[in-house]
């Protein structure tokens, strides 16, 4: 699977909004990018995922470059807990057992 | 569904001995992966099982590691002999490979440390 390069860290105020931008210039088109976070303490959790198109749900926004080069992720209002590690990660569509390479991430701190 | 199930949360034991994580995947769900999570490494696939059969087990560190997936609601990973370094969380993941998303859940962890 392609690489992707995340911030180490990041800060946001509460009730702010917050983009967390990945790079993954080596993409290819049968890669989708994906969205998980790690809450502390707890395992990872999805979050998102996307092709071409941005998408919406409950969760998240994901915002992806018309060159498909770079997403973000955009949280529409941080909360408190919205504090964790947010790794993005690229899945090739013909891996059909769905394995995932973590990198490090990025460390969302939120205060208060 | 209660989600991934793993067992113990946590667990002590000295240098030598064997230790058995043990892991309850969410029912319907045909593929498992384990993961071992370290300061210095990050999270790390160890081995992934499709349909009770192990796929890639690249992951796994050495011979002292095995993972066995008799049925497909039960998995456990082995460690013998242990060693210090093998102190970290252990997490199972769950997904079904014909979904939309290819979702995988998560358990909670298990907190392994060697002393």
């Known amino acids: 699977d392609a690489k992707t390069t995340q911030p180490n860290s990041m800060e946001s105020n509460e009730e702010e909004p917050v983009h967390l931008p990945c790079n993954h210039s080596t993409i290819s088109g049968t890669d989708y990018i994906h969205w998980y976070r790690q809450l502390p303490s707890q395992g990872p959790e999805y979050v998102i995922h996307?092709?071409?198109s941005n998408v919406n749900n409950r969760m998240a926004s994901l915002a992806i470059a018309e060159d498909r080069k770079s997403s973000t992720l955009i949280l529409h209002r941080a909360t408190l807990r919205d504090a964790a590690v947010y790794y993005c990660?690229?899945?090739?569509?013909?891996?059909?057992?769905?394995?995932?390479?973590f990198g490090g991430g990025t460390r969302l701190m939120v205060k208060p | 569904d209660a989600g991934v199930i793993q067992s113990p949360r946590h667990e002590v034991t000295e240098m030598g001995q064997e230790v058995t994580l043990r892991c309850k995947p969410i029912s319907g769900h045909n593929s498992l992966f384990w993961y071992r999570q370290t300061m210095m490494r990050g999270l790390e696939l160890l081995i992934y099982?499709?349909?009770?059969?192990?796929?890639?087990d690249s992951g796994m560190p050495e011979d002292r590691f095995s993972a066995k997936m008799p049925n497909a609601s039960f998995s456990t990973l082995k460690i013998q002999p242990s060693e210090p370094r093998d102190s970290a969380v252990y997490f199972c993941?769950?997904?079904?490979?014909?979904?939309?998303?290819?979702?995988?859940?998560f358990g909670p962890g298990t907190r392994l440390t060697v002393t």
């Open positions: 996307g092709l071409t």
């Open positions: 990660i690229l899945r090739d569509i013909n891996n059909a057992g769905n394995m995932l390479t």
């Open positions: 993941a769950s997904s079904f490979s014909g979904g939309p998303t290819y979702e995988q859940y």
């Open positions: 099982f499709n349909n009770n059969v192990p796929i890639d």
